[in-house]
Every structure is written in structure tokens, then in C-alpha cells.
């Protein structure tokens, strides 16, 4: 199995993008699910948003109309595309990727199950 790496993350100020990626994934394109995770130094890490192979996916509510989880099939490669970035969002971002096709955001069954990346620092500034 090989573990997950994500790229892609910076510095911007606030209401700029960023587009993080995460490769490669050795889990057969059928029945897999990815997510991606973030977690501020003293926090838990929290569900970002999740996706499994038919395209399903889920998005924290902070998240949502901002943020678009997707993936590569041909390449095994998870993106997560971050537009409208705000100072809150600022945290060591994770890619996660499990066989399954779960899709909720608890990291409590990631933690278990999946296999992580060691992360990616996004710092928003205001």
C-alpha cells in the first residue's frame, strides 16, 4: 500500500485559491472512498469532504459552495479545489483514502480504516 502525498498548499490572502492535490492511491477504482481532513494545532482533525469512486461526495458545512472534492480515476489522484479562502480555513490539510465506500465525515472511521498523507500546510491571511 502506498501511502497518500499531498501537495498544493501556501500562502494567500483571503478570497484567493488554491487547489490541492493528493497521489497517488493503489486502491482499485472500484469501491474505494477519499477524503480530505484538516486539523488546527490543539484541535481534533474534522472532515473537510469525502468521495467514493461513483462520485458521491459530501462537504462539511463550512465548506460547501467554496470547496469541490475530486478525483482522477486514470491517475488515483484526489484534488480539492478552495476558492473564497478565509482565515478559519487556515490548517495542515490531510488526504485520507480507505477501501469502502463511506462518505461521512467523522474522523473517528478514517483514523481507523484509512490510510493518511502527512499533510499539507493551507495559511490563509486576512
Known amino acids: 500500500q502506498v501511502t497518500p502525498v499531498e501537495s498544493g498548499g501556501g500562502s494567500v490572502q483571503a478570497g484567493e485559491s488554491l487547489r490541492l492535490s493528493c497521489s497517488p492511491t493503489e486502491f482499485t477504482d472500484s469501491g474505494k472512498c477519499m477524503g480530505w481532513f484538516r486539523q488546527v494545532s490543539g484541535k481534533e482533525r474534522e472532515g473537510v469532504a469525502t468521495?467514493?469512486?461513483?462520485?458521491?461526495?459530501n462537504y462539511a458545512d463550512s465548506v460547501k459552495g467554496r470547496f469541490t472534492i475530486s478525483q482522477d480515476s486514470a491517475t488515483n489522484t484526489l484534488y480539492l479545489q478552495m476558492n473564497k479562502l478565509k482565515p478559519e480555513d487556515t490548517a495542515v490539510y490531510y488526504c485520507?483514502?480507505?477501501?469502502?465506500?463511506?462518505?461521512?465525515?467523522?474522523?473517528?472511521?478514517?483514523?481507523?480504516?484509512?490510510?493518511w498523507g502527512q499533510g499539507t500546510q493551507v495559511t490563509v491571511s486576512s
Open positions: 468521495i467514493r469512486s461513483d462520485g458521491g461526495a
Open positions: 485520507a483514502a480507505a477501501q469502502g465506500t463511506y462518505l461521512g465525515l467523522g474522523y473517528n472511521w478514517w483514523r481507523r480504516i484509512g490510510y
